[in-house]
């Protein structure tokens, strides 16, 4: 067994190729790929692991009553609540009353779909070296013996926009650069408002947070691309993991992306109009762990592809941040640190399929 495995190619050259090229030439899936054993996913079904539950459940939360002066302070209050509520249990929530129009979300996914539809001569104009973070492929080589996802991408720093590297930006679709750069003109908008709303549930002075991220707190996109996969039961399109961010608000097509919660997995509704606002570690430490950092996955599907675009809202570089003086109390005493870049020395761990979370415990 182990000599046939040693015969197969190593992560580094495995992930010179593309998951896209694998399915084209109808190869199944490498060794590597694997990290689910035959039979886990409906042993998780049988033994109630992931939640039959349609998400009924599932908190929605509608932006625009907190920010629209028509609605009553008691309406205001109880989206505050829910919004605390829900980022207390789940870690994460779909918003709707965001002020982004349906159909330029529609167009930030057509775009998306265009560059990963494109011949492979074309999209490798804008690879990445195997270590490198921006520019078209997978991750960088995870650790000995970590499975890797089954899902190629394209990863863009898109803001401060000093910090654009444009030889990685496609210009096929033609209007891909324009979109994006209005997407990031809208992430921006929507960080603010989510920020001063999440103060605000927690009866937190409402720019609190948005001092902490900083007026230089970084913006990057990663548009997933999860090629059809001949076996879902094996392989993850990505493998459990809670984000290093603040938070991350991610764009999705068709379903596939899952959260834990009480032990058991659930699967976020695909539903048109709303964006996935996803807690990281360090807004679990800014909140003094009130808020949980969601545990996710995505799953592989044999019937379609899916496209999700993930932008990460990340502290400015070298900025400190720790939990909000007014939630350390008695009954809540300090539980995390004060750190700073974080989202970095997360890397390291995801790495190796390990939470980074400990090295900020007090
Ligand atoms: O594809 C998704 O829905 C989630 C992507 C994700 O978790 C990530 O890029 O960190
Ligand atoms: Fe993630």
Not at 22 to 32: F, K, S
Not at 131 to 146: C, H, L, M, R, T
Not at 294 to 315: G, K, M, N, Q, T
Request: net charge negative; with cysteine.
């Amino acid at each position: 067994m182990a000599e046939a495995a040693d015969s197969l190619p190593p992560a580094e050259v495995l992930l010179s190729k593309r998951v896209q090229e694998m399915v084209i030439n109808q190869e199944e899936p490498p060794h590597l790929y694997i990290c689910r054993k035959s039979g886990e996913a409906a042993g998780e079904e049988q033994r109630g692991d992931v939640s039959s539950d349609p998400l009924s459940h599932f908190p929605l939360i509608d932006l625009s009553i907190l920010s629209s002066s028509s609605s009553t302070l008691s309406e205001q209050d109880g989206e505050l609540q829910k919004l605390r509520l829900a980022l207390s249990s789940w870690g994460c929530f779909l918003a709707t009353g965001h002020g982004i129009p349906s159909s330029f979300l529609d167009e930030m996914v057509r775009v998306g779909r265009e560059f990963f539809e494109q011949p492979m001569e074309e999209k490798k104009k804008y690879e990445k070296g195997v270590e490198d973070f921006q520019g078209y492929g997978g991750d960088p080589v995870p650790a000995k013996g970590q499975p890797l996802d089954w899902s190629d991408r394209l990863f863009l720093d898109v803001y401060p926009e000093d910090r654009r590297n444009l030889k990685f930006w496609p210009e096929n679709p033609p209007t891909f650069r324009d979109v994006l750069q209005e997407y990031t003109v809208k992430m921006r908008m929507m960080t603010e408002a989510v920020s001063k709303a999440m103060a605000k549930s927690l009866d937190l002075q409402e720019d609190c947070f948005l001092n902490q991220f900083g007026e230089k707190a970084h913006l990057n996109a990663r548009f997933n691309y999860y090629p059809q996969c001949p076996r879902p039961d094996l392989v993850l399109g990505l493998k459990p993991h809670a984000d290093g961010t603040g938070y991350t608000i991610i764009l999705q097509d068709v379903e596939g992306i899952q959260v834990l919660k009480d032990d058991k997995w659930f699967t976020i509704p695909a539903m048109s109009g709303a964006l996935l606002v996803l807690m990281g570690d360090q807004m679990e430490i800014m909140t003094n762990g009130v808020f949980k950092s969601a545990v996710h996955r995505v799953l592989s599907s044999s019937e379609r592809d899916r496209i999700s675009v993930a932008v990460f809202y990340i502290p400015e570089p070298n900025k400190e941040i720790g939990p909000e003086e007014a939630l350390i109390t008695e009954e809540r005493p300090q539980a995390y640190k004060k750190v700073k870049d974080y989202n970095d020395e997360h890397w390291g761990y995801y790495q190796q399929g390990l939470r980074a979370i400990h090295i900020a415990k007090v």
